[in-house]
């Protein structure tokens, strides 16, 4: 099958424009000029707009109307025939097609759309990508999100972005902009942003903000249709103007006039806004998360979407900097060169010829380097620590910007108390005081802050991964990896088998992606600003146990989101030494799930489980047990901490009046029979 036989879906010109059927428009326009299209067609439902292609032909069809002429009479009327889809929908019964799936958001920020949205999109995308012959979207951030949330490869996926050419065409002097807008010659600056009631576009923030431009002299001029969206805000304010939907005419005035175009999205599959500010020769001041950086490359002033400081500082030295405007012009202009139409156009025909080795994916652009402060925190094993750490500074390909060692005492830190790499920090005894004691300890301007056990051999790749899914997505606060080999379930792995199983799992395909999951406390990260206040609960002591749970539960309540990711490896070695014994671990198998459910961090129904198979695999195993667990000390401790209950004494924290001498297990981490 030749890419001359190739049929476009069409029905992106029954829709309204927004970026996807702008993005559909330009490319469709961009191969209409490419003589490989000759002779094909571009099939649409009927009463469709004609946009008088020249190679291409358009053929009304069928007499259904959007979705179900898409489902039903497309996929009839393109048999034979390679179909390209460029508006994230295809027909589900097609295999020979292309389809461009702009972004995940859909998947990852549900809230900003509609039941009925979400049902269709969730049903049938990952159809697409089980049965397309090629799947593509419009930057690697997009890319990155695709592969998680649906059953593709990263490296399955084609690359091809929107362009900045069509935003040439435009002509200001055509503006026919509402009476009254102050964006003249004289006015006061104004900054542009494009309104959306999508909780994703982040105008609340603008909301906030508002006033202090106000102070500087500077208004907010809001371009789209629609309500804005933050609930409960009011954009009320005197120096914020609506202007309404706009033609690309008056886009074009009012970008060659801004002080700047303020773009504080939290997360977009490309942005195209961006390029067309650039194109325009209008400075960008961008959020830093998902495709924008990428997108804005080093051509615009970049802030976190929460972080409304940062916002007005970089409006501030704009409008004070005639010097950095005129910089921010020219990176732009230059910038925008890399995203072209006609190079998109040239992609798709190189796929419809060929969908399996068409379009190699290019290397991602080079991220801003996130400052990441690792913490380990240890108890008695000065060599574990000191052979884990030094791998782990050894092997990182994004370098900590600190490394922390909390312990109770130096000797437990080993000879790392020597490593200017590593700040030993003391703390008293117990997990969850450790990590608190490091949280305090973490430096101004730390992005993320990543906690190890002392027991844990992470995949070179972890921090950068982590790093990267927490930038791609600003919704995500907490990342755990996949542990390959956990040795807590048995016997326990040696430091150098840990090694080599870390080293042989790395470059296997991925899957496992999981939202709402917990965090496992051998190996997991937060977003440092996320945290705030939240602290690990020191009445879990001792032996910390579901510490991270609790933690992580702390932060999903205050809206943020959790998630286990396949791509961050590691093996946890389950060291079966110098932790704490059997009777407090099965004391605290009961205190702690249950004192979690009176404090709102673990759901009953996941206490009963815990609790329920705790019970039985101690009973269980009770009279032949394993030589690496003292199942008979952690029965003691179970029906001490039944007994409590049923006093109305129990609390995590009396595990401290036990008898520290007994026999010992490991701290730290969930066995699955735990």
């Known amino acids: 099958m030749s890419a001359s036989a190739f049929v476009v879906n069409g029905r992106y010109l029954t829709q309204s424009i927004t970026g996807v059927q702008r993005y559909a428009r330009n490319v469709v326009d961009a191969i209409d000029r490419l003589e490989e299209a000759s002779g094909s067609v571009v099939l649409t ?90 799947i593509a979207t419009v930057s690697h951030a997009s890319a990155r999100q695709l592969a998680r949330y649906l059953p593709i490869a990263l490296s399955e996926i084609a690359v091809l972005p929107n362009g900045h050419e069509h935003a040439l065409l435009w002509n200001p002097a ?34 906030a903000i508002a006033p202090r431009l106000d102070e500087m002299g500077i208004n907010i001029v809001i371009a789209g249709g629609g309500a804005i969206g933050a609930t ?46 650039m194109a325009r020769g209008c400075p960008v001041l961008s959020s830093d998360a998902a495709s924008m950086p990428e ?92 052979a884990t750490v030094r791998h782990f500074l050894a092997t990182q390909t994004l370098a900590p910007s600190s490394v922390i060692v909390s312990c109770s005492k130096l000797e437990d830190a080993g000879d790392l108390v020597s490593l200017d790499a590593v700040k030993v920090v003391l703390s008293p005894v117990g997990l969850p005081a450790q990590r608190n004691t490091a949280l305090k300890a973490i ?66 395909p991925k ?51 959790l998630v286990k990711s396949p791509d961050c490896l590691g093996v946890h070695m389950g060291v079966k030494s110098g932790r704490t014994s059997g009777e407090r671990f099965g004391y605290s198998q009961i205190a702690n799930p249950i004192y979690m459910m009176r404090k709102g961090t673990m759901e009953p129904r996941l206490v009963v489980g815990q609790i329920f198979r705790n019970l039985a695999s101690n009973f269980g195993r009770g009279f032949l047990p394993e030589p690496y667990i003292d199942r008979r000390g952690r029965i003691r401790g179970n029906m001490h901490a039944l007994l409590d209950l049923l006093r109305g004494q129990l609390a995590p924290e009396r595990v401290t009046s036990f008898d520290a001498g007994r026999a010992i297990e490991p701290m730290g981490g969930r066995p699955a029979d735990a």
């Open 174 to 207: 055509k503006a026919k902009l509402p009476a009254g807008l102050p964006v003249e010659e004289g006015d006061r600056p104004y900054v542009l942003a494009f309104g959306s009631r999508a909780k994703h576009k982040n105008m609340s923030l603008l909301v």
């Open 45 to 134: 439902p009927r009463s469709a707009s004609q946009p008088g292609y020249h190679r291409l032909r358009t053929v009304e069809t069928g007499f259904l109307q959007g979705y179900a002429w898409e489902q039903a009479e497309l996929p009839l009327a393109s048999l034979g025939r390679r179909l390209l889809n460029l508006c994230n929908m295809a027909p589900a019964i097609k295999n020979e097609q292309i389809v461009c799936i702009h972004d995940s958001n859909v998947l990852s920020s549900p809230e900003s759309y509609s039941c009925g949205f979400r049902a269709a999109y969730r049903s049938l995308q990952p159809l697409l990508v089980r049965r397309a012959a090629r």
């Open 232 to 277: 409960g805000a009011s954009f009320e304010h005197s120096n914020v103007y609506h202007c309404g939907r706009v033609t690309d005419d008056d886009l074009a005035h009012l970008l060659d006039h801004a002080l700047c175009l303020v773009f504080p999205s939290v997360t977009e599959g490309f942005g195209l806004p961006i390029v067309e500010a």
């Open 295 to 386: 997108v804005c490359g080093e051509a615009a002033l970049m802030a976190s979407p929460f972080d409304q400081r940062q916002w007005v500082d970089n409006i501030r030295s704009l409008a004070e900097s005639e010097a950095l405007r005129v910089h921010l012009i020219g990176a732009g202009r230059e910038q925008c060169r890399h995203f072209s139409w006609m190079s998109s156009a040239e992609g798709y025909l190189e796929l419809l010829e060929n969908p399996v080795s068409g379009v190699r994916r290019s290397a991602a652009p080079k991220r801003t380097q996130s400052r990441v402060a690792a913490v380990f925190a240890t108890l008695g094993r000065p060599d574990v620590v000191s």
């Open 443 to 508: 430096e101004a301007g730390t992005e993320i802050v990543a906690f190890f056990d002392d027991d844990f051999v992470a995949d070179a790749e972890w921090l950068s991964r982590a790093a990267q899914i927490l930038q791609d997505d600003r919704g995500i606060v907490g990342v755990t990896g996949h542990v390959v080999a956990d040795g807590i379930k048995g016997p326990g792995i040696p430091f150098e088998e840990a090694v080599q199983i870390v080293e042989a799992a790395t470059g296997e």
């Open 511 to 561: 899957s496992g992606w999981a939202e709402r999951y917990s965090p496992y406390g051998c190996n997991m990260a937060f977003r440092f600003g996320a945290i705030g206040d939240v602290r690990f609960d020191e009445r879990l002591v001792l032996y910390g146990w579901l510490e991270d749970r609790d933690f992580g539960a702390q932060l999903a309540a205050r809206g943020g989101r």
